[in-house]
């Protein structure tokens, strides 16, 4: 039913809805800036909110044990007629309210730049303590180009892919154990994008030019000639396509080789400009990660190597 005319009159009948409906317009408040604005009680503020909102001239929206409020952003019939008309006469009749609308908002701007700086150091934790770390693994592959197609060599059992699968075009799994594979392919069932390749690293075979990136984490070290896997992933690259690696550090733990099986006790920068030579591979970039403060093992590297442009691909 459309609104009554002399209803509609009756709210607006009272200055300071019109007035707060003026400020709703221009931002959305809560009951406490509504009342410091228009300098009346906040119980007088809520009150008329309320009438405001019960007859359909703002919406309300809740933020936790509070409420914002703002005009409705399409008045119909009386209501829209009615506003046109007293609009006009509200920021000439009442100029301080536009000051003090003003003032609110910068002090709520300075809040939030207040909290953020008494945070300062502090913010990563409380950040990680409200919404934990694992989001920023399925952050990152949202910034991949979508016609992307991405390779994990030496996937494991799924975990990149799966993060990978749902932001690229295509996702390629290569590892050469057949229960990693397995346990993958139940993974990513529901994924149709997902081909999982049985290979070893170092006589890679995949379709040359097939891949924008290809991933190597914490792989290398397992590997007897690590300068193979750099040399056989070169040639399924794209021109302008890259290979990351993440692996350790070059470190001293020579009970790894015992205990872990590590063929290799990390990698220098010096090392990975080695193992790219005559590869067609160019490295790129090198940084070692900060180690996190719970870690057990050697510091991390992640380092980039740009294929090379060939002559078929000019």
């Known amino acids: 039913m459309a609104p009554d005319i002399h209803e509609q009159l009756s709210v607006l009948g009272v200055p300071v809805r019109t007035r707060m409906l003026g ?8 009951v406490g800036e509504v009342a410091r604005i228009t300098q009346v009680p906040q119980s007088t503020a809520s009150r008329h909110l309320k009438v405001l909102h019960d007859e359909g001239w703002v919406i309300r929206r809740k933020v936790g ?20 008309v007293v609009r006009k006469a509200i920021d000439e009749r009442w100029p301080d309210d536009v000051w003090r609308l003003k003032a609110v908002l910068a002090d709520r701007d300075a809040s939030t730049t207040e909290f953020f700086g008494r945070l300062g150091r502090e913010w990563s934790r409380v950040r990680d303590l409200l919404y934990g770390t694992d989001f920023l693994l399925d952050v990152w592959p ?52 997902v081909t999982l ?14 891949l924008d990136l290809a991933i190597c984490m914490l792989v290398l070290h397992h590997i007897e000639h690590p300068e193979r896997v750099l040399h056989s992933a070169a040639p399924a690259l794209r021109s302008q396509g890259r290979l990351v690696v993440v692996d350790m550090v070059r470190h001293d733990r020579e009970e790894y080789r015992r205990t872990m099986g590590h063929r290799h006790l990390g990698f ?34 992640v380092a980039t190597f740009d294929a090379v442009r060939r002559d078929h691909d000019r």
């Open 268 to 301: 220098s920068r010096e090392d990975l400009e080695g193992l790219a030579e005559g590869s067609g591979l160019t490295l790129r970039q090198h940084r070692v990660l900060p180690p996190a403060p719970e870690a057990e093992g050697p510091a991390l590297f």
């Open 142 to 193: 949202a910034m991949l180009p979508p016609d992307a197609v991405v390779a994990d060599l030496g996937c494991g059992p799924g975990d990149l892919l799966e993060r990978l699968a749902p932001w690229v075009r295509g996702v390629v799994g290569v590892d050469r154990e057949p229960e990693m594979l397995r346990v993958a392919g139940e993974r990513l069932a529901d994924q149709d994008n």
């Open 197 to 210: 390749v049985s290979a070893d690293l170092e006589a890679l075979d995949l379709p040359a030019g097939s």
């Open 23 to 30: 400020l709703l317009e221009q931002a959305e408040l809560g």
């Open 65 to 84: 044990t509070s409420a914002l409020f703002r005009i409705r952003p399409e008045l119909d019939g009386a209501r829209a007629e009615l506003w046109a």
